[in-house]
């Protein structure tokens, strides 16, 4: 007997693992997918780790042998001389937007900017889009593993001419720097980013010290700027496009404000994604527009990126903004008074926006989101305040609220 009823048990069992159901096989394959996910990322997080703790001792070790050859104090930066020329060297930490940095400079007086760093897929990307001009030197292997940035190309074509300047340049780039700034202050080198996989050169404060204080020796007298910048009105130009990007920003903050406030769409959602169908173009022509303006100097592809950064966000909330205040501006279409019920109510994290959920008079059993003034919202009571809505149609098709109120006790509800 007792064989018997475990013998049916088992086969239960069985019976019951075989026999499950679709959506529990679902449910384990989701959890057990859940679980591998999980490990991965733990295993992720933990070799991101030990990779930045290797980089940290590595860092400190190159730190410790640069203060010990220098013969200054141990830390992440340094002051000293090395024989009539003072230096100073010093490890800047990651922070957003840039990364872990070692830079050694020492004073100087160069008549004008000039940027040096290795020619990369970018420079190279908008050089041949005829973005970028960038000086040539006339040395090709020099023009082509180097890209030079500099407010006046006259000067700086005339100095990187000598020989003994590019062969600095060169040394101090086989030395691991990748950013080279000559300045009416200083002049800098730097490893960016500072990542330490190897043993770094003997001597490498020194030797840097030597090399700076080469590339500051035979300046040749400035020259006045006759290049791009003046013949072109490449100034003016250059705050016409930023002109515009800031522009827009304003735009898009002011046209946000009033749609939200005056005509506020009942489908903000599907109001913005219609807006794209002149925010997105407009932004196109724009970019192509502050190409043609921003084009002709060595840094024109950083500055072209960054007007398309900020005007951006511009351009989609200044169409959002526009499209939303146009379509309760000029909507021609009679006012609805709605009187529903509220279903809930909810308040973003700052207490900035309040909003109130009720239901929907134009899809049954569905709701509509509504934001409200704070007086108004502290009044609703979920599952007993009614709302008398007063709504428009909408110029293009998107239904904005008028106004709205505490419903009274006499105003009938309307209908699903």
Avoid: C
């Amino acid at each position: 007997m007792g064989l018997s009823y475990r013998a049916t048990v088992r086969s239960g069992r069985r019976r019951g693992l075989l026999q499950r159901s679709p959506g529990a096989r679902h449910n384990s394959l989701v959890e057990l997918v859940s679980s591998l996910i999980l490990v991965l990322v733990a295993v992720i997080l933990v070799l991101v780790a030990a990779v930045r703790r290797v980089q940290h001792v590595r860092r400190r070790a190159a730190l410790h042998k640069i203060a010990e050859e220098t013969g200054v104090e141990d830390g992440e930066s340094g002051v000293g001389s090395h024989g009539t020329v003072s230096f100073a060297y010093r490890y800047i930490p990651a922070s957003t937007g840039r990364p872990p940095t070692f830079r050694v400079s020492i004073p100087a007086r160069f008549p004008a900017t000039l940027l040096v760093i290795r020619e990369e897929w970018i420079e190279r990307f908008f050089k041949a889009l005829s973005l970028d001009r960038e000086i040539q030197t006339g040395d090709r292997a020099f023009d082509r593993d180097f890209y030079i940035d500099t407010e006046n190309p006259d000067f700086s074509r005339g100095y990187l001419m000598a020989d003994r300047h590019r062969e600095g340049v060169r040394a101090l780039f086989s030395l691991g720097y990748n950013r080279l700034e000559l300045n009416a202050r200083e002049a800098v080198a730097e490893i960016r980013p500072f990542r330490v996989s190897g043993p770094l050169p003997e001597q490498l404060v020194q030797r840097s010290v030597e090399l700076l204080d080469a590339l500051g020796q035979d300046i040749p007298e400035p020259l006045p700027v006759h290049g791009m910048d003046q013949r072109s009105g490449w100034r003016r130009k250059r705050a016409a496009a930023f002109s515009i990007a800031f522009g827009s920003l304003l735009v898009g903050a002011a046209t946000l404000v009033l749609t939200n406030k005056l005509y506020a769409p009942l489908d903000r959602w599907e109001l913005f994604l219609a807006s794209l169908s002149y925010a997105v173009p407009g932004f196109i022509v724009f970019a192509l527009i502050a190409l043609y303006l921003l084009r002709g100097r060595s840094s024109s592809h950083r500055e072209w990126l960054l007007v398309l950064l900020l005007s951006a966000p511009g351009f989609l909330s200044s169409g959002y903004g526009l499209f939303g205040a146009l379509n309760g501006w000029l909507d021609p279409g009679p006012a609805a008074t709605q009187v529903v019920a509220v279903q809930d109510r909810w308040t973003t994290d700052d207490s900035t926006t309040y909003t109130v959920a009720v239901d929907s008079w134009r899809t049954p059993g569905a709701r509509e989101e509504v934001m409200v003034p704070r007086a108004l919202y502290e009044s609703i009571r979920p599952g007993i305040t009614r709302l008398e809505l007063v709504t428009r149609p909408g110029r293009f098709g998107f239904e904005w609220t008028v106004s709205y109120r505490l419903a009274e006790a006499g105003d009938a509800a309307t209908p699903d």
